[in-house]
């Protein structure tokens, strides 16, 4: 069983429609939660950061852990065609400076 | 006023050469990071350094060796490159030290390709 596990997609859907992303883990020490935004030939860039359990709003992207569920997501509200990228989940444990535990990454497509 | 940077952007090589990847940050982070993309775009972590200290190695062989002369850098040195090297190389950054924080910042990358 994978660590991380991230529905790779690719998830298509309208202009301003609602986008919800998620992923799954297996480790229940991961404490840090990390969306990152990936465009082509990009390196990945930070969206949304969260420590334990709850929700965190920035702009029109939410992002929600459930530790008990082992289950995180992303929304991202009014999706612009500009949001067209893949999104990988991202997380960590409490502990001293480690690396990240990358999901797959889903590609996002919003149509015009 | 670039956080990460890396040079080369591109990297094209024979098997079996010597090759190096530089990366800089002027985030005033202690922690730099190499992570390795494969052709299936996963991201999976190889070193990180903390104040010119290895701290993790993940099963990476040794032909690959990061080396830092300061806090600002770290480099990726590669000998005697194989085909599987072939693969888009990312520098990251953090201030995770103090514990309080985890957020990395990552570079451009750098795309190796081994013919």
């Known amino acids: 069983q994978k660590e991380v596990e991230q529905d790779p997609g690719p998830l298509s859907v309208p202009e301003g429609a609602i986008v919800s992303l998620n992923c799954t883990y297996s480790n229940s020490a991961f404490q840090y939660f990390m969306w990152y935004r990936q465009y082509s030939r990009k390196g990945p860039e930070l969206l949304m950061y969260?420590?334990?359990?709850g929700n965190k709003e920035d702009g029109r992207f939410t992002a929600q852990v459930d530790k008990s569920s082992k289950y995180i997501s992303l929304f991202i509200r009014d999706s612009q065609p500009s949001d067209s990228a893949t999104y990988l989940c991202?997380?960590?444990?409490?502990?001293?400076?480690?690396?990240?535990?990358f999901g797959k990454g889903t590609h996002l497509i919003i149509q015009p | 006023d670039t956080a990460v940077s890396q040079t080369p952007k591109y990297l094209v090589t024979q098997m079996g050469n010597d090759k190096s990847i530089k990366c800089e940050q002027n985030l005033g982070h202690d922690t730099m990071y190499w992570y390795k993309q494969d052709s299936k775009k996963f991201l999976k972590i190889m070193f990180s350094y903390n104040n010119k200290e290895l701290i993790i190695n993940e099963t990476v062989p040794n032909r690959f060796s990061p080396k830092s002369p300061d806090k600002a850098h770290l480099n990726l040195h590669i000998n005697s490159l194989e085909l599987g090297d072939s693969a888009v190389y990312f520098c990251?950054?953090?201030?995770?030290?103090?514990?309080?924080?985890?957020?990395?910042?990552f570079g451009p990358g750098t795309r190796l390709t081994v013919t």
């Open positions: 991202a997380m960590s444990w409490v502990g001293g400076a480690d690396g990240l535990t």
């Open positions: 969260t420590y334990s359990s």
């Open positions: 990251a950054s953090s201030q995770a030290q103090t514990g309080e924080t985890y957020e990395q910042y």
